[in-house]
């Protein structure tokens, strides 16, 4: 019978992943079917719907291949479940630590849910038309070259930099312009939550457990 710990663990963790996962599936799936790509729906003055498609890691940033980028998210998240079952065995953490670790590790499954099966289960055509559901093996890329699908875009300010500031001189500054998915905030969320109160936690075990 699985200890009170390990259950509680478990459960949390699970909840977790689910709840991540199964939003970020649903938001993504709606836009990629709804939306053209580069179409925007304002939904509040500092909050947009933009549908972009990328190759890279979270905000579109760009490294290395994308067969690369697909293989180490895999990677990291066997590692994170691993680690979670892991703590669950060996030692008393706090719930809000596998919480976190839970957040991470489902963003980054989110995401390669867009890179392994997208590109085989959806056409990808050109604006203004939308994407649809096609037989498997019929969509727009391999295996594990999916496009990853990005939607929220919140433009918080913009001006115009004076004109005789050297460089920059005239050119608009607009903040924050990357556009993100649900599964990108999670990955952030739980990296800050991480940083800020469980540092403390991330060697695993103590010298026994070594």
Known sequence: MMA?????????ASAVAVAVIVIDQIVKIWIKTHFYLGESMPVLPFFELRFVQNNGMAFGMELGSKLFLTL??????????????????RRAVPVGYVAVLSLIAAGAFGNIIDCVFY????????????????PWGEGYAPVFRGLVVD????????????????????????????????????????????????????????????
């Open 151 to 210: 939607m929220l875009y919140f433009p918080l300010f913009s001006f115009t930099w004076p004109s005789w500031l050297p460089v920059v001189g005239g050119s608009e500054f607009s903040f924050f312009d990357p556009v993100f998915n649900i599964a990108d905030s999670a990955i952030t969320v739980g990296m800050a939550l991480l940083i800020i109160f469980y540092t403390r936690y991330i060697p695993l075990g103590d010298k026994k457990d070594a």
């Open 4 to 12: 009170a710990p390990t259950r509680k663990y478990a459960l949390v």
């Open 119 to 134: 590109g085989q289960i959806f056409s990808n055509p050109m604006p203004p038309f939308v994407a649809d559901f096609v």
């Open 72 to 89: 180490f998210r895999i990677a990291v998240v066997g590692l994170l479940i691993w680690y979670i079952c892991r703590l669950a065995r």
